[in-house]
């Protein structure tokens, strides 16, 4: 079965660092783009880029760009998403998906999700 | 950047009513590069519909729907418990972008 596992909660304070991770298993992860989403508490869903494992091609919304890392290690079927200094606003609940593909590549709709990471971050 | 707007914001209907919620989009976009998700509380998001019309694996056919250019409409017919929840739509075809979302909740 597909499933992409995401950790359920990290607690930081402001100016901290953090790495979240998406481990994808049950299919070839190396095929396939990862999309990572923010929702903030009560809001919806806020595309924030997307990566391709196979190669690391990745491609940011302007809102997150420069705000976020997002990265691949293909070795270990994981996709991560990075800040290097967190602010209380980055409070949300960070889900990744991967894109069907179906010949499409990142053209097509998001068929399995994680869980979702909750990031708090506060002082 | 194609922002979609969904309403209504709040839909109130009863079990075995029929839904039907609407997305507008603010440019043109294929029918083949919309999609639809529905999110429970707690829960991630689903997605429910796809391309045209094809549905995602075990989603019931009480779920279709239509719409071209900048209108798109998903349909939910004989409402079920399971069916009140947030439903989000999305285009993948020029970069990407969801809607705000509609609520759907039991009246």
């Known amino acids: 079965d597909v499933q992409l596992e995401q950790p359920g909660a990290e607690v930081k304070t402001p100016g901290e660092s953090l790495k979240i991770s998406c481990k994808g298993s049950g299919y070839r992860f190396t095929d396939y783009w990862i999309a990572w989403m923010r929702q903030m508490p009560g809001k919806g869903l806020e595309w924030m880029g997307i990566?391709?494992?196979?190669?690391?091609?990745?491609t940011y919304s302007p809102s997150f760009q420069g705000q976020v890392t997002i990265s691949a290690d293909k070795s270990i079927t994981t996709a991560y998403l990075q800040w290097s200094s967190l602010k209380a606003s980055d409070t949300a609940m960070y889900y990744c998906a991967r894109h069907w593909g179906g010949g499409l590549g990142a053209l097509s709709p998001l068929d399995y999700w994680g869980p979702g990471t909750l990031v708090t971050v506060s002082s | 950047e194609v922002v979609l707007t969904q309403s209504p914001g709040t839909l109130s209907l009863s079990p075995g009513e029929r839904a039907t919620l609407s997305c507008r989009a603010s440019?043109?976009?294929?029918?083949?590069?919309l999609a639809w998700y529905r999110q429970k509380p707690g829960q991630a998001p689903r997605l429910l519909i796809y391309g045209a019309s094809s549905r995602a694996t075990a989603i019931s056919d009480r779920f279709s729907c239509s719409g071209s250019g900048t209108d798109f409409t998903l349909t939910i017919s004989r409402l079920e418990p399971e069916d009140f929840a947030v439903y989000y739509c999305?285009?993948?075809?020029?970069?990407?972008?969801f809607g705000q979302g509609t609520k759907l909740e039991i009246k």
């Open positions: 440019q043109s976009v294929s029918s083949t590069d």
């Open positions: 999305q285009q993948y075809g020029n970069s990407y972008s």
């Open positions: 990566i391709y494992p196979g190669d690391s091609d990745t």
